[in-house]
């Protein structure tokens, strides 16, 4: 909005030019009438970040001139939520990743496409670029890999990024019952082998919350269990692989072999 004078009194019927002089924006009126003393225009800012100049010139006499300056502030992405979560190795995260982008406004830039890797870390993504919806949001799903350890994934739009931190580690074992037997050479010890594993600790969240899937949720149920006898002889009736109950329970029974000892 300008103002346009005549001798100090407010101008009437004055055209005034518009041009964008620097920087990426575009004007809704390349030129506009004078009333009342006034003349206006409306500025779209481009996306491009920096100094915009927007000059408005008296047809009349063009060395009446006012220059706007304004500046565009780069998109920023931010983190929503999946952030810090600890999973089961093989199974799908329970979170998706979810980020947030804003324009250099501060107003949700939806349709803009983020870009997802792994940095580092046993993990995969069930994608590797995504739009934002009309509320700036976008998320994707992820699995742990086959290995332990900590994982980085970033997300990054418009120059802008964030990174996510996981952590991939293996189930929890224990024994239940079974251990420091003893019986004959060649006799089946009298209790069986039971052991319990249980979900890592500090991993809160269980249930996956989302639709896409490239591997199994963390369960307790199911799970293989790898038994070795490592010395002293003997078989496991079971053989060297059970699988977990819904409480996360593998059984076996172990007969000793023919020899003393442990």
Same mark, same amino acid.
């Given at each position: 909005? !300008?103002?346009?004078?005549?001798?100090? %009194?407010?101008?009437?019927?004055?055209?005034?030019?518009?041009?964008?002089?620097?920087?990426?924006?575009?004007?809704?009126?390349?030129?506009?009438?004078?009333?009342?003393?006034?003349?206006?225009?409306?500025?779209?800012?481009?996306?491009?970040?920096?100094?915009?100049?927007?000059? %408005?010139?008296?047809?009349?006499?063009?060395?009446?001139?006012?220059?706007?300056?304004?500046?565009?502030?780069?998109?920023?992405?931010?983190?929503?939520?999946?952030?810090?979560?600890?999973?089961? !190795?093989?199974?799908?995260?329970?979170?998706?990743?979810?980020?947030?982008?804003?324009?250099?406004?501060?107003?949700?830039?939806?349709?803009?496409?983020?870009?997802?890797?792994?940095?580092?870390?046993?993990?995969?993504?069930?994608?590797?670029?995504?739009?934002?919806?009309?509320?700036?949001?976008?998320?994707?799903?992820?699995?742990?890999?086959?290995?332990?350890?900590?994982?980085?994934?970033?997300?990054?739009?418009?120059?802008?990024?964030?990174?996510?931190?996981?952590?991939?580690?293996?189930?929890?074992?224990?024994?239940?019952?079974?251990?420091?037997?003893?019986?004959?050479?060649?006799?089946?010890?009298?209790?069986?082998?039971?052991?319990?594993?249980?979900?890592?600790?500090?991993?809160?969240?269980?249930?996956?919350?989302?639709?896409?899937?490239?591997?199994?949720?963390?369960?307790?149920?199911? !799970?293989?269990?790898?038994?070795?006898?490592?010395?002293?002889?003997?078989?496991?009736?079971?053989?060297?692989?059970?699988?977990?109950?819904?409480?996360?329970?593998?059984?076996?029974?172990?007969?000793?072999?023919?020899?003393?000892?442990?």
């Amino acid at each position: 909005l !300008v103002s346009v004078l005549d001798n100090n %009194a407010q101008a009437n019927g004055v055209t005034v030019n518009w041009a964008v002089t620097s920087g990426t924006a575009t004007l809704l009126h390349a030129t506009s009438v004078v009333a009342g003393g006034q003349a206006a225009n409306t500025v779209t800012l481009g996306a491009t970040p920096g100094q915009v100049a927007i000059t %408005a010139t008296r047809v009349d006499d063009p060395t009446k001139f006012v220059t706007f300056h304004e500046t565009i502030t780069a998109p920023m992405l931010s983190i929503v939520s999946g952030n810090n979560q600890i999973g089961v !190795v093989g199974a799908d995260a329970a979170l998706p990743l979810v980020v947030h982008l804003v324009d250099g406004s501060g107003h949700p830039f939806a349709g803009q496409m983020v870009n997802w890797q792994v940095v580092s870390g046993p993990a995969s993504l069930t994608g590797a670029s995504l739009p934002t919806d009309a509320s700036g949001n976008t998320s994707i799903d992820f699995a742990y890999g086959t290995s332990t350890g900590a994982v980085l994934i970033r997300a990054s739009a418009s120059g802008s990024s964030v990174d996510f931190n996981e952590s991939a580690q293996s189930y929890q074992v224990k024994i239940l019952k079974g251990n420091d037997q003893t019986a004959s050479p060649g006799q089946p010890l009298p209790l069986d082998f039971q052991v319990q594993i249980a979900f890592p600790v500090g991993m809160t969240t269980f249930a996956r919350t989302h639709a896409v899937h490239t591997h199994a949720a963390a369960t307790l149920a199911g !799970v293989s269990i790898q038994w070795n006898v490592v010395a002293g002889g003997g078989r496991l009736s079971q053989g060297n692989t059970t699988l977990t109950d819904s409480n996360g329970i593998a059984t076996n029974h172990y007969t000793l072999g023919t020899g003393t000892g442990l």
